[in-house]
């Protein structure tokens, strides 16, 4: 299972990111999926997780601003998973580094993978 991360960047309050995260594997995978981020010494916190069959979850502080979605495609070769994270009216305090999240099951078997991306760094500025 490999992850890769993009869409971060700098805005002024109340402006709008998207992030992506790519998850792909050369075989077929149940995919979970979460954010989460990390601000300069504070402690990794969750985000947003959205499941294989659509259930999404928010953290408090990002109800209402943020949306969690993600795109499913299959062929022969590979199965990608692509979940996007919409965050509008953006505050200094999500600056922070995000990263995504997948526990997926794959394979015959369905095997359980965990797996993070490498991160994206959010800069609110006032």
């Known amino acids: 299972v490999r992850l890769v991360e993009s869409g971060g960047g700098s805005v002024q309050v109340g402006g709008s990111l998207r992030l992506s995260c790519a998850a792909s594997a050369s075989t077929y995978c149940s995919w979970d999926m979460s954010w989460y981020r990390q601000a300069p010494g504070e402690e990794r916190e969750f985000v947003s997780s959205?499941?294989?069959?659509?259930?999404?979850?928010?953290?408090?502080?990002?109800q209402g601003r943020f949306r969690v979605s993600q795109d499913n495609a299959k062929n022969a070769k590979e199965d990608k998973n692509t979940m996007y994270l919409q965050m509008n009216n953006l505050k200094p305090d999500d600056t922070a580094m995000y990263y995504c999240?997948?526990?997926?099951?794959?394979?015959?078997?369905?095997?359980?993978?965990?797996?993070w991306g490498q991160g994206t760094q959010v800069t609110v500025s006032s």
């Open positions: 999240k997948t526990n997926a099951f794959c394979g015959l078997y369905a095997n359980y993978v965990e797996e």
């Open positions: 959205i499941d294989s069959d659509g259930s999404t979850v928010y953290a408090a502080s990002v």
